[in-house]
């Protein structure tokens, strides 16, 4: 199976499926000297792993990353880094059922169809849980970033079904459930996911990733741009169907006067762009929005066909998120991690010795 490795000089290749024995990643070109622990990591996959809380799966997993190379006496040695999170709590007798079915707007028949055979057991490697391995490699390039350039990676859930925030307060998202950062929504957020599990429903949700001290000058024109990246690696997480960057969509309804972002020499007068100008970071707010389906596999039937192209009816058992953007916040902080410590290698790689004499505008009025 090929596509199972991101990133140029700072990469990461992941392998295992849901009901394997574990999920492992090599992460290859961090930097040596770097100060990394197994703590350092767990404390994404802890915000992650399911289990959390009513409005996810109840599927009971510790996701304890244990690092197996690539750090010596507390140190980052510049050798692959190897990582590994053991499965505990499979329950593989739950997809009995569908062994021989097709789940609707599932990867069930796109599989079949490429490789003639398929991990029926919770969807095998297509499931969401090969995003556990994804956090703990991010892990790795938020705290170099941090600690090279004091970059703040956080994101928020701006969106649940329906129900759309007013405001941002960033202290809010660690409090609830949701990773939401206005705290007069989330009751509401609760009544509905109560309601929605009671039909035996899912909804989809928006995501919001930022990106903050990012340094101007990252990105690499035509094809590698950072945005173009950026969104390659967030459409790369399960479930996700659209990326925004910036203003996205919106600047559809906008005039020319309005999206462009004037710079003053005391700082950008807006950032519509989401801190990407021709595909290079301007060292503004790198800000991208995701949109999630609603999850796949349901109890409730639905029309489909068997392995033998018959008609058919399929209701999913075993335990999956009603929403699957609860848990996609720290997914996506990771993958844009991920992004820009690879252009940060491209970047000094070529350009270290470039010394530019006009000033860095500030960020945002």
Same mark, same amino acid.
């Given at each position: ?210 990106? &903050? @001290?990012?340094?101007? *000058?990252?990105?690499?024109? %035509?094809?590698?741009?950072? $945005?173009?990246?950026?969104?390659? +690696? #967030? ?34 007068? &807006? @950032?519509?762009?989401? *801190?990407?100008?021709?595909? %290079?970071?301007?060292?503004? $707010?790198?800000?991208?929005?995701? +949109? #999630? ?73």
């Amino acid at each position: 199976m090929s596509g199972n490795t991101f990133g140029k000089l700072f990469s990461v290749t992941t392998f295992g499926e849901s009901h394997g024995l574990a999920l492992g990643c090599i992460v290859d070109g961090c930097p040596p000297g770097l100060e990394l622990s197994e703590e350092d990591l767990q404390r994404d996959l802890d915000r992650r792993k399911p289990g959390t809380s009513r409005y996810t799966t109840q599927r009971k997993e510790a996701d304890q990353v244990k690092i197996l190379s690539g750090v010596f006496e507390g140190k980052t040695t510049g050798t692959p880094i190897g990582l590994v999170i053991e499965n505990t709590d499979q329950r593989s007798k739950d997809y009995s059922n569908i062994k021989d079915t097709f789940r609707p707007a599932h990867a069930d028949y796109t599989y079949m169809q490429k490789y003639g055979t398929r991990d029926y057991r919770g969807g095998g490697r297509s499931s969401a849980r090969e995003t556990a391995m994804r956090v703990a490699a991010g892990g790795i390039a938020k705290k170099f970033l941090k600690t090279r350039f004091g970059i703040e990676i956080k994101g928020y859930l701006s969106q649940l079904g329906p129900i759309k925030i007013d405001k941002v307060d960033w202290d809010e998202v660690g409090n609830n459930p949701f990773f939401c950062p206005d705290v007069d929504k989330v009751p509401e957020m609760e009544t509905y996911m109560k309601a929605l599990n009671k039909e035996g429903n899912s909804v989809g949700a928006k995501i919001v990733v930022v990106a &903050s @001290n990012v340094p101007p *000058g990252l990105g690499e024109p %035509i094809f590698d741009r950072l $945005d173009a990246e950026l969104a390659h +690696a #967030l459409m790369s997480i399960n479930a996700v169907k659209g990326i925004e960057i910036g203003a996205g969509f919106d600047s559809v309804a906008q005039k020319g006067t309005e999206h462009r972002d004037e710079m003053t020499p005391e700082g950008f007068l &807006s @950032n519509h762009a989401g *801190g990407i100008l021709g595909g %290079i970071s301007t060292g503004q $707010d790198i800000v991208a929005s995701l +949109a #999630l389906k609603p999850t796949s596999s349901l109890h409730l039937a639905g029309k489909s066909i068997d392995i033998n192209g018959n008609p058919i009816e399929v209701s999913t058992h075993g335990r999956h998120d009603p929403c699957v953007g609860i848990r996609a916040t720290p997914i996506a902080e990771a993958m844009m991690a991920l992004v820009l410590m690879d252009h940060f290698m491209r970047n000094r790689g070529q350009n270290a010795d470039v010394h530019c004499a006009t000033p860095v505008i500030p960020r945002s009025v």
